[in-house]
Structures are given as structure tokens and as C-alpha cells.
């Protein structure tokens, strides 16, 4: 079925949400179409807990805040990048709160300013533990009301459609009515989060397969930096929680970890201790259970801290710990290192611009240069509306000048429906695993290669799989987070040194030159 619009959004996040609100006012006279394939709700930025990085007090200044992303980022960020960012949070900060999000102020009335892993000074704005879920449904409220945007949930995206290097549009699959829709656009832009369920252990939601990553190295865009995927230190262990994340403001305010035996460790690894960037914190605790045999170690706040602080301050975590029979105002939280956060992405501009003409991308799935190899804590929900206002603003200046180009409809070809699905389970189960025990926090040259042989073959099943069947969602998201999890495995085999969260046993010191990796589908 065709369709056109004039902007075509494929992502339902913070960026997502941003984009479309601002390219809407910018531009009130051209239709915006934003499609997810769950609901809106459904995304890694809904479930941010920690909060947004932003000097905000006199105490602080945008250079320390500048210095502490370059000094997580272990050499490779872009300062310009950096300060372009970094100087635009308080205004992007104070556009939040005319919409509406109420961050939380402290008895005095000011606003709380939290402190993580890596920041010199407190300038994490929150609303309690729960900052992503009521930024987002600030946005959705909006958004839902402004005339010239339409939101198609349950619309999967399936591949752009693009041809020397200009992108014309994608292929959408419809998943209530079986529909698949070729929509032409202006411009495409994806924001479409990052790709932790290629691991075993993530604190992504189920839809976080890598997708606008995949497709955009599909249409010949330029990957950089996927060696570094950041590992949270701290997820809830418990087989039926389901990868919950406990927040680093836990650590912030006090919480120390411990082995099961109730020995603290980090002092032993890192000045900062439970402060010090999250790849050191992750690969302690790496260190830790593969020395003592353990399954996971704990975070102590209840020894640290008052009921009536903890219940005020980390609301959701209580609520959702106690749905486990884990009281966190007595209790211990028994945790484990979880893949977080892809640093790495499609090679951007800071307003989401590629090599590929009329195609962008905002948020996890770009790499603009401000993580370098590794993220400070809460930069990236600031990213997110940063490169959204640019992105918005570039787009609504080219409107004019821009031509929507139809394109030939789906063919399925001789595609049936599928009578094995549990193909898709079975290769997707694999992957995870082999990524998480080959490609994860601790590797190896024998281990990388190991996962990139078994990599090349499941990707020649998939792939048949692909052709033979009719599309549905768990084949799409498969089929990405396989060409994701390839382009991994050859970013890490590349990197001759360990820098940030990539971390080679073979390999244990940084090169004295070190640059970014980049990958581009050979054509």
C-alpha cells in the first residue's frame, strides 16, 4: 500500500517525541507521520530511572561537566561536539518544564540534584527514580494533540528504501492488519533506541533489537564505534524480574556494593569506588564473581540509609523490589552487570545528518561523537532533545527544497507463512548467549573469534529464512539484531588495545593513537 508524508519519524522514545514536536511547530504546514512497533510507552527511554545531566547550579560550570564526559569517554569524544551539547542543556532543560515535567526539588524548594558514577559535581535533574517515564508521557500528552503529526502504533519498520546513497522512504509491515506499507518521504529519520537484547543480560525492553542501526548499514550509511556497548553495573537479579534496572543515583546517595558474604570490594578497583565510571564498576563486579564462584553481589542502601529517604527518593525501585519480596529498607538488592547502553551507532552530525542524502538519526542509534568509549551517566536522555532541536530545525530549513520520490511497492516473492517459527527463537537464544559469554564485558581474541564463526553461519540461515517466509516482526527484529551483533564482534576483532568499555585480556593497554572504528556495508 503507498503512503506519503512529508516527514517520516520511526521511533516512539524521547527523541522521537522531540522531533515531532518541534519539526511540527516549525513546520505546522507539513504532515509528520511517527510510527512504533509497540506501543508508545514501550522503549528504553520510558524506563530511564536516573535522570538529565545539566550545570544548574552555581557550584558547577560547563567545563567540569565537559571534562567529566571527555574523561568517561577515554579519548575518543568530540569536544565540539561535546560543548555544543553540553552548553544546550539548560535550555532544552527549561523547555521540559514548560511542558509540564515537575523535577524534583528538594525541602528547600530547589531542584534535587543527584549525583553518579563519573560527575565531579551534583547536576542530574530527576523526578524521583522515575525521569524517563514522566518525560515521555509529557511528550505523548503533546504530541497526541498536535494536528499535523499522525502516530501509527504497531507499525513495524522493515528496510528503508534507498538508492546511491539517498533514502527515499521504508517499507513499514502493519502488524494488526497484516499490511505492508511503502512510505515516501521527505526525510527519513530514525530513532529507534539501541540494541541491548543482543545480550543475555540487558536492561532494555524487548524492542531494543538494534533496528534503525541495521537498517541505516543496510542503505550504506557508516557505523562507528560498536566495540562499545555500556554494561550497567547494577540490574536486579532474580529470575523473574526481567532485567530491572536499579539506578546509579542509588550509588549516588550512598548504597555500597558487596559480595554475598557482605564484604565491600570497590575500593580495591577505583578511587571513586561505587562512583567511578560504569565500566569499571561493571568489570569489578565481573572480577568479583568470577573470583568467589557467586552469581551475583549485592547493593547495600538500607544499612546506609532511612526508610523514609529511600521510599522518597527511589520510589519504583521499592515498589518494584517488593514485588519480589526484596524490601530495600531492609534488605540487601542482590545485583548483576546488564547490557545498558550502545555508545556506538550510525555516524551523525549533531543535528542527525548521514552520508545518506534525506536520511537521519537522533538519539541511541547515532554516534555523534559525544560518548566516545564509554558514556557519563544521564548524558544520554540530554542527547536525545539536543539533537532532536537541531535535527528539527535543519529539517524545517530544508522543507521547501525537499521532493517526496515514490517507490516500487513490497514484493514478497514467493514467501509463505512460516511453519518454523521456532528457528527464530532458537537463533535468537543463540546469539544472546554467545554474545553475552564471547563479546561481553571481559573478551578475548579467541573468544571474538569463536562468536564471529558462529555469527557468519546463523546469518546465512537467517537470511534464507528471510526470503523463504512471509515478514513478521520477531524475523525483522531478528534479522537486525543479527547484522547488529556481526558488526559488533568485527568493530571488537578491529580494536588492538583496551580503552573505555571495550576490554581485550589479549589486548589490556590503550594505543597510544587510538581512533574511532567505522563500518560500511560493502557495496
Known amino acids: 500500500m503507498n503512503t506519503k508524508t512529508d516527514f517520516l519519524i520511526i521511533g516512539g522514545g524521547i527523541s522521537g517525541l522531540s522531533l515531532a514536536k518541534k519539526l511540527a511547530n516549525l513546520s505546522p504546514d507539513d504532515k509528520i507521520l511517527l510510527i512504533t512497533k509497540e506501543n508508545l510507552e514501550e522503549g528504553s527511554s520510558f524506563y530511564a530511572q536516573g535522570g538529565i545531566a545539566c550545570v544548574w547550579n552555581h557550584s558547577d560550570s560547563f567545563e567540569k561537566h565537559i571534562q567529566d564526559t571527555i574523561n568517561a569517554g577515554d579519548g575518543l569524544c568530540n569536544e565540539k561536539v561535546v560543548r555544543k551539547i553540553l552548553i544546550q542543556a539548560p535550555e532544552r532543560i527549561k ?73 527515499y522512504g521504508a517499507y513499514v509491515l502493519d502488524q494488526e492488519n497484516d499490511i505492508i506499507h511503502n512510505i515516501a518521504a521527505k526525510a527519513t529519520i530514525l530513532a529507534t533506541g539501541g540494541a541491548g537484547k543482543i545480550y543475555l543480560y540487558t536492561t532494555n525492553p524487548d524492542i531494543a533489537s538494534g533496528d534503525g542501526i541495521a537498517m541505516a548499514y543496510r542503505a550504506g550509511a557508516t557505523i562507528s564505534n560498536m566495540e562499545f556497548y555500556q554494561f550497567h553495573p547494577t540490574c536486579l537479579y532474580h529470575p523473574y524480574a526481567k532485567s530491572f534496572l536499579i539506578t546509579e543515583a542509588m550509588r549516588g546517595e550512598g548504597a555500597i556494593l558487596k559480595d554475598v558474604r557482605g564484604k565491600e570490594f570497590m575500593q580495591n578497583y577505583h578511587p571513586s569506588k561505587e562512583l567511578a565510571p560504569r565500566d569499571i564498576v ?27 529517604f529511600i521510599k522518597s527518593h527511589f520510589p519504583g525501585v521499592y515498589e518494584t523490589c517488593l514485588k519480589f519480596n526484596i524490601d530495600i529498607t531492609k534488605d540487601p538488592i542482590p545485583v548483576v552487570p546488564a547490557a545498558h547502553y550502545c555508545c556506538g551507532g550510525v555516524m551523525t552530525e549533531i543535528n542527525g545528518a548521514t552520508e545518506v542524502k534525506n536520511l537521519y538519526v537522533i538519539g541511541e542509534s547515532a554516534c555523534t561523537g559525544l560518548h566516545g568509549a564509554n558514556r557519563l551517566a544521564s548524558n544520554s536522555l540530554l542527547e536525545g532533545v539536543v539533537c532532536a532541536h537541531e535535527c528539527a530545525e535543519t529539517l524545517a530549513s530544508l522543507s521547501s527544497d525537499l521532493k517526496i520520490k ?11 507463512p512460516s511453519t518454523e517459527a521456532v528457528i527464530i527463537s532458537q537463533n535468537w537464544d543463540e546469539i544472546r548467549r554467545f554474545m553475552w559469554n564471547y563479546v561481553g564485558i571481559v573478551r578475548t581474541n579467541k573468544r571474538l573469534q569463536r562468536a564471529k564463526k558462529r555469527i557468519n553461519m546463523l546469518q546465512d540461515e537467517i537470511d534464507q529464512y528471510y526470503w523463504d517466509f512471509k515478514i513478521e516482526k520477531n524475523l525483522v527484529e531478528l534479522r537486525n539484531l543479527a547484522t547488529v551483533a556481526k558488526i559488533i564482534i568485527v568493530s571488537a576483532i578491529s580494536r588492538k588495545e583496551s580503552r573505555g568499555i571495550h576490554y581485550n585480556l589479549d589486548h589490556p593497554d590503550k594505543s597510544e593513537m587510538s581512533r574511532a572504528t567505522t563500518i560500511k556495508r560493502p557495496w
Open 406 to 416: 515514490e517507490f516500487k511497492q513490497w514484493e514478497p516473492g514467493h514467501a509463505v
Open 95 to 167: 523547555e521540559l518544564i514548560e511542558i509540564g515535567v515537575q523535577f524534583t526539588r528538594n525541602d528547600a524548594g530547589n531542584y534535587d540534584l543527584g549525583k553518579e558514577g563519573g560527575h565531579s559535581e551534583r547536576r542530574i535533574l530527576h523526578v524521583n527514580d522515575q525521569t524517563g517515564e514522566n518525560i515521555e508521557n509529557h511528550l505523548i500528552d503533546l504530541v497526541k494533540k498536535i494536528k499535523n503529526i499522525e502516530i501509527k502504533e504497531h507499525w513495524c519498520a522493515i528496510n528503508l528504501f534507498a538508492n546511491n546513497y539517498k533514502c
Open 282 to 308: 561493571s568489570r569489578a563486579i565481573d572480577v568479583e564473581l568470577k573470583k568467589t564462584g557467586d552469581d551475583h553481589v549485592i547493593l547495600d542502601i538500607a544499612s546506609y540509609k532511612s526508610p523514609s
